[in-house]
């Protein structure tokens, strides 16, 4: 019989044949135990992977309420401001304009109200509006921005490039009369 260390403290028995036929195992025992724990490795991490697909599937399951939100026009939004009293008139998206930009998979409407932008994204949930926000923030993070303000609400992530002076103001604050509107829309 030789026994045989490495650094590892791993420990090489070798057996006779007749320490074999005293112990009654064959000589491929070692061989077959080495293929058994190696099959219960495969099994557990098997288990560990379905285990992890049905935690995913199920998180992402939680979205779907969210997507019962419709999509508005843009003659849906300007008629919603109109009843608030401010005047949009629809604009071209133009690449160049950070505000512009697709986030989170989203492309934006943007209208002209007061001769100033007003950028609206349409998201289908609090999640994906801030993932939105955060791809902006992501985008954005090196550049120096135009003044402007930004409204966050639910679904909604609304950009109006305006200076703060008095007009703005109180420009800020009618379109802050006017989301709740917007979102009970996205809700019928």
Request: hydrophobic fraction near 45%; glycine fraction near 10%.
């Amino acid at each position: 019989m030789d026994f045989n260390a490495d650094a590892n403290m791993n420990v090489n028995v070798t057996l006779s044949k007749q320490m074999y036929r005293k112990l009654g195992i064959g000589k491929n025992a070692g061989t077959l135990a080495l293929i058994s724990g190696i099959f219960r490795r495969i099994a557990v991490l098997l288990m560990l992977l379905v285990i992890g697909l049905l935690v995913t599937g199920c998180s992402q399951g939680g979205n779907v309420a969210d997507t019962g939100l419709r999509e508005l026009s843009a003659e849906e939004i300007t008629a919603a401001f109109s009843e608030q009293g401010l005047e949009l008139s629809s604009s071209e998206v133009r690449a160049e304009s950070v505000f512009h930009r697709e986030l989170n998979g989203r492309k934006p409407l943007v209208f002209l109200l007061d001769e100033e932008e007003l950028v609206i994204y349409q998201f289908a949930g609090v999640g994906e509006r801030e993932d939105g926000w955060a791809d902006f923030e992501n985008q954005t993070a090196t550049a120096d921005l135009v003044q402007h303000k930004v409204f966050q609400e639910q679904s909604l992530l609304i950009f109006y490039i305006r200076d703060e002076g008095m007009t703005g103001q109180a420009l800020f604050r009618q379109i802050g009369l006017v989301i709740p509107g917007l979102l009970k829309l996205r809700e019928s």
